[in-house]
Structures are given as C-alpha cells and as structure tokens.
C-alpha cells in the first residue's frame, strides 16, 4: 500500500514537471559585458502565436543597458510587415541569481541568459504565462546580423532540453528596418 502511494505521488510530481531537466543559467554572468546592441537571429517557441507568424517574422534589433539595481533596460526594434519598425522598451527585473531576469509587463516569469561568449552570441530562455498557459521560448542572440554557429549549436542543444524541436523555430531573415 506504502509503494503504491509512493509511486503515485512520484508520477503526480513527474506529472507537474514535464520531463525538463533544470535550464541553465550563465556562470558568472556579467551584465557589463552583456550590454549593447544585439540581433535576433534565430527563435523557437510552442506558443500558437509565435507559430502562426514565424514564417513572416524579420530579425529584430535589441539594445540591452544594464542598471546600478542589476535590472536590465531591454529596447527592442520589431520589424513590421509594412516596413516600418515597432519599438518596445521594457525593463528586465533582477531574480535571485546574476543572469536571471523576470518581465511581468510581457508576462515573462522566467528570463535566463543560458550561455553567451559576450562577444558573438548569447541564447536566452523565457518562460511565458499568459491565459493560464505556459509557453517556452529560446532566443538566439549575435553581435552582427548573422548566424554564429556556436550560438546555434547550443540554442540547438537546449531546444529538445526545454521540449521544443526543430518545426518549432525560425532563423530570422536580415532587415535594415530597425538598424
């Protein structure tokens, strides 16, 4: 009676955490070095929205500022359909740990900077809630409009950590919209 209870309370907890191992969080990251502008080259998502528009999505541009506090002050230039550019400023609030950021304005409750070299890439993990449903996403950072093979590699890695494949990214084609 004892292990039927015990093997039912462990499938209930596998049951809330769906088979991810823990993601990963830059070691000793540096918000100093991370700061200046950076492109979108690549993203995956199994959110219903991210999926329906990936295939008319452009690279968008962001620039990255840290703040005293450990915040960073993200702005974002969102290439549109139209050839114009959409801008979004956010701040990405500080967590527990250096590299770990939350953005309830985006309903981002989990924001970690997975791995970067500073200097050519950086993947980032978020984790969405919104509608009581919870999205991952990866994001595919480089210094230059272009694909870093190293960044894709690792993004590649994470992807089947964090339970997406391949049909659920996008590389970004380049666009002078937001430069």
Request: charged share 25%; aromatic share 12%; hydrophobic share 25%.
């Given at each position: 009676m004892q292990q039927t209870l015990l093997t039912g309370f462990f499938l209930a907890l596998l049951g809330?955490?769906?088979?991810q191992a823990e993601i990963p969080i830059q070691?000793?990251?540096?918000a100093s070095q991370f700061q200046g502008v950076w492109y979108v080259v690549g993203m995956a998502s199994d959110d219903e929205g991210f999926q329906e528009a990936k295939d008319d999505m452009k690279m968008p541009v962001v620039s990255i500022t840290p703040s005293a506090n450990g915040d960073l002050t993200v702005k974002f230039g969102y290439p549109t359909p139209d050839g114009g550019c959409q801008k979004l400023d956010t701040t990405y609030t500080r967590g527990a740990v250096d590299g770990q950021f939350s953005d309830a304005a985006l309903a981002q409750t989990d924001i970690r900077v997975v791995v970067t070299d500073y200097q050519h890439f950086a993947v980032l993990y978020m984790q969405t809630q919104k509608g009581g449903a919870s999205n991952n996403w990866l994001q595919l950072y480089a210094r230059a409009p272009e694909l870093y093979p190293e960044g894709a590699q690792k993004m590649q890695q994470l992807a089947s950590q964090v339970g997406l494949n391949p049909s659920q990214g996008a590389l970004l084609p380049k666009s002078d919209q937001c430069a």
């Open positions: 809330l955490c769906p088979g070691d000793n990251f540096d």
